[in-house]
């Protein structure tokens, strides 16, 4: 199918333009069209949408972290108390709560992407979705590699996630590595 917008060919299902990220119409099966009919385009996400939704997926999922941790850290900690010290279960507790919030955060992100949402909490709650690049919803797998792959743009000291601000189609390092879009889509 050809895009509309640029003339693009793309895949036959694909919903949005590989090249202008344009909303790909299917060809018409009567010979009229309407003048005025307005075809969407795609809106991707900008910056400072996916910093707040960032943030708020941070505190989020700390919050589920620290009230996760607790009880198992006082299980932990009882199941312990005879047989180690007090600073040998402190470094104990800390190495497993950072376990544990490394777990929390992937599964935050990797499953909330995944899922029928395409989001995760604090990017549904701005109307955010991530998307493969022809619109579609990504699997556990993408996400997956979405995910991890944010750690090159930490240790690039953040500039894969500055590239969101000045991409075409507002992608950052993780996106172009995982072949992902996030989108705008308001609630309507």
């Not at 850290?73 to 709560?97: M, P, R």
């Given at each position: 199918m050809f895009c509309t917008h640029c003339g693009t060919k793309n895949e036959s299902d694909a919903k949005f333009c590989t090249q202008c990220g344009g909303l790909m119409v299917a060809p018409a099966t009567s010979s009229v069209t309407s003048p005025t009919t307005e075809i969407p385009t795609i809106r991707y996400?900008?910056?400072?949408?996916?910093?707040?939704?960032?943030?708020?997926?941070?505190?989020?999922?700390?919050?589920?972290?620290?009230?996760?941790?607790?009880?198992?850290?006082?299980?932990?900690?009882?199941?312990?108390?005879?047989?180690?010290?007090?600073?040998?279960?402190?470094?104990?507790?800390?190495?497993?709560?950072?376990?544990?919030?490394?777990?929390?955060?992937?599964?935050?992100?990797?499953?909330?992407?995944?899922?029928?949402?395409?989001?995760?909490?604090?990017?549904?709650?701005?109307?955010?979705?991530?998307?493969?690049?022809?619109?579609?919803?990504?699997?556990?797998?993408?996400?997956?590699?979405?995910?991890?792959?944010?750690i090159l743009s930490?240790?690039?000291l953040f500039i894969g996630f500055i590239m969101v601000a000045f991409t075409k189609r507002k992608q950052g390092l993780h996106d172009k590595i995982a072949d992902t879009l996030v989108i705008h889509r308001p609630a309507s």
């Open positions: 996400a900008g910056f400072w949408f996916r910093v707040l939704a960032s943030l708020v997926d941070t505190l989020l999922s700390q919050i589920v972290t620290i009230a996760l941790a607790f009880p198992l850290g006082f299980a932990l900690g009882a199941s312990l108390a005879e047989s180690h010290t007090q600073d040998e279960i402190i470094s104990i507790a800390g190495v497993s709560g950072y376990l544990l919030g490394i777990l929390v955060n992937w599964l935050w992100f990797t499953v909330g992407e995944s899922s029928h949402w395409q989001a995760s909490l604090g990017k549904k709650m701005f109307g955010l979705q991530v998307t493969d690049e022809q619109g579609q919803r990504i699997g556990f797998g993408r996400a997956n590699a979405r995910y991890w792959s944010k930490v240790l690039l």
